[in-house]
């Protein structure tokens, strides 16, 4: 099994519904701050489910949203094919898109599933999407000396908060005897220390920055913002 495949699968990763609706308003609403314009076309990639995808639509022009699970893209479509602001489409439809095709490109806790040549490919694939002024935001990077016990404390601080914090402790012991914990043994996740990361999107012909906060609950994370060089 690949993490693609793992996405693509009936997985227990949100510990409930309520989890699932809360993170992804959330991350929609923290997203929706970065939209440089009210008719700015947004690219999310590696967007998941994206339940609140209608709120950032609702603050940029046109919202594309990507996802390489043919299951995921399903989901988005049967929930979105209504709304004329959001638009689906699979990493080849992307990489088919005219120069400039975007504002804003997102990519938000994807890259600890990418290994490095998939990243390089897909940095240098922004790069060219990007309209002249456009910008990359690239969040939820995972550096290299945060355990899955911190990521857990933050799930947990975000659960007291907002209410869900039994359902959080049966999903933590799920998620301890499941696929996940034993395909992040496996694969493992790709990391990244800020200098490292900076230089990675240098070398992709990016001038970035640390942005803070992260994008969502987890502060142990960090997020970036990019332009072409
Ligand atoms: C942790 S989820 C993140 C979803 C959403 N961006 C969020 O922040 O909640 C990672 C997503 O990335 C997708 N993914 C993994 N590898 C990918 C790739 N190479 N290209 C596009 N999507 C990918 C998975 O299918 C999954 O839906």
Redesign the pocket.
């Known amino acids: 099994m690949d993490?693609?495949s793992?996405?693509?699968g009936a997985h227990a990763?949100y510990v409930s519904s309520r989890h699932k609706r809360l993170?992804?308003a959330r991350?929609a609403a923290d997203l929706a701050r970065h939209v440089p314009h009210p008719d700015a076309r947004v690219l999310?990639?590696?967007?998941?489910?994206?339940l609140s995808a209608p709120a950032l639509a609702a603050a940029c022009g046109q919202l594309t949203l990507?996802?390489?699970?043919p299951g995921?893209r399903e989901k988005l479509r049967e929930r979105f094919s209504a709304d004329r602001a959001i638009s689906v489409a699979s990493?080849d439809g992307v990489a088919a898109l005219p120069d400039g095709s975007f504002d804003l490109i997102?990519?938000?806790?994807?890259l600890?599933?990418?290994e490095r040549p998939?990243l390089d490919g897909?940095l240098a694939q922004w790069r060219r999407l990007l309209a002249p002024g456009g910008r990359l935001l690239v969040?939820?990077v995972i550096p290299p000396d945060v355990s899955a016990v911190r990521d857990a404390a933050a799930l947990l601080a975000f659960a007291a908060r907002d209410g869900f914090l039994g359902a959080a402790l049966v999903g933590l012991a799920r998620t301890a005897l499941s696929p996940y914990r034993k395909l992040r043994a496996e694969l493992g996740l790709s990391t990244y220390r800020e200098a490292d990361f900076l230089a990675v999107l240098s070398a992709a012909g990016f001038a970035g920055e640390r942005m803070r906060p992260n994008?969502?609950h987890n502060q142990n994370r960090m997020a970036f913002i990019a332009r072409p060089a």
Not at 44 to 50: K, N, S
Not at 66 to 69: E, I, K, N, P, Q
Request: glycine fraction near 8%.
């Open positions: 993490w693609i793992f996405w693509d990763i993170h992804y991350i999310d990639y590696g967007c998941g489910e994206a990507c996802d390489a699970a995921v990493p997102i990519a938000n806790s994807l600890q599933y990418l998939v897909l969040a939820d994008v969502g």
